[in-house]
């Protein structure tokens, strides 16, 4: 695993990792002024296979649409482009990151006289969080830091500068000595954790709070809504209280990086009985087994790089 591969598609051309550059008068550098995705390649048999990449390439033109900076390059050609970067990197497992944003122009906040570019990246990932995370879970910590209000940062966006919250969470829950943080909403709801969406179980239910509390529409946490509908497992979308979590039988988070994560401490309360939980557990078995290429791909998540 290495955080380097060879080809960087950027603005058009495929170029080597050491010459994907650009100026330092950015304007995405000094403003946040950039629309991305995080998207996950896994090796089904071998064969690298794109989760969800629809879906994702969807968010990002949606986050652009919102931030009114749609690029010249259309989403099907973004979508070829992301399959021709794994086979150039030879790539089998991968982290995906594609980035429009604005260029080198003028360095004032009407961002309409900066270019609108386009870059995509890929390369080797391993788990985010660690395989004993995924097993064992992890603690969290409720931050200090909120997420956005509704009227401040559109959270539904996946906009670059939405991110500096992400790292305050972050950096709290670290220093701190805990492996993650969750933040709640404006108004003292449960939203999610730093860069993942949260869910809780309680007697046989899920809940996990909806669009509404600041967070961003995962396509993790939709794809726990599709596998828990086939186990039969009720899905509620509802605002929740802080100390819900404090009760909860279970908690875990869910993310292209985080995958599903069970959460086994929170503010040093132990949730449940501290240990990974049965539904949980259920839904990672799903899960994996989909990505791994153990039963079939029956949602259509999968693109086979062949
Ligand atoms: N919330 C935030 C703030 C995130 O950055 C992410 C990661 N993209 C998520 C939730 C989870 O979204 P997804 O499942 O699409 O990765």
């Known amino acids: ?5 060879d080809k960087i598609w950027l603005n058009g051309e495929f170029v080597n990792w050491e010459d994907a550059k650009i100026h330092i008068l950015s304007h995405v550098v000094h403003y946040g002024s950039g629309v991305f995705e995080g998207i996950r390649a896994y090796s089904v048999k071998g064969i690298p296979a794109i989760f969800r990449l629809k879906d994702h390439m969807d968010r990002l033109y949606d986050s652009a649409r919102i931030f009114r900076m ?3 390059i259309s989403k099907e050609e973004l979508i070829e482009i992301t399959i021709e970067l794994i086979k150039v990197n030879k790539l089998k497992e991968a982290y995906i990151r594609p980035l429009i944003y604005r260029g080198y122009g003028m360095l ?8 609108i570019e386009v870059m995509v990246a890929a390369w080797d990932w391993g788990t985010y969080l660690g395989q004993d995370a995924l097993e064992k ?28 919250n992400s ?8 220093e701190n000595g805990y492996d993650e ?11 999610e954790g730093s860069g993942e969406n949260l869910f809780i179980v309680r007697h046989g239910v899920l809940f996990t709070p909806p669009t509404n509390s600041s967070i961003l529409p995962g396509i993790t946490r939709h794809s726990i809504f599709v596998m828990a509908r086939e186990l039969g497992i009720p899905v ?16 875990f988070l869910t993310g292209t990086a985080a995958e599903i994560t069970p959460v086994t401490k929170i503010d040093n309360i132990t949730i449940g009985n501290g240990k990974a939980g049965e539904i949980t557990k259920k839904l990672q078995q799903c899960f994996f087994d989909i990505l791994s290429g153990e039963k079939e791909d029956r949602f259509g998540w999968l693109t086979l790089v062949k």
């Not at 969470?169 to 670290?174: D, N, S, T």
């Open 181 to 191: 943080g969750i933040a709640l909403d404006s108004y003292g709801f449960v939203s």
């Open 236 to 251: 509620k979308q509802h605002v929740l209280p802080r100390e819900s979590l404090y009760v909860a039988d279970e908690v």
């Open 137 to 164: 879970g992890i603690s969290a910590k409720i931050s200090s830091w909120n997420r956005a209000a509704p009227n401040t940062f559109p959270s539904m966006a996946k906009i670059s500068g939405n991110y500096v």
């Open 70 to 72: 749609e690029p010249d």
């Open 108 to 115: 004032g906040l009407n961002p309409f006289k900066c270019p």
């Open 1 to 5: 695993m290495s955080f380097k591969a």
């Open 167 to 174: 790292q305050l969470v972050k950096i709290e829950a670290y």
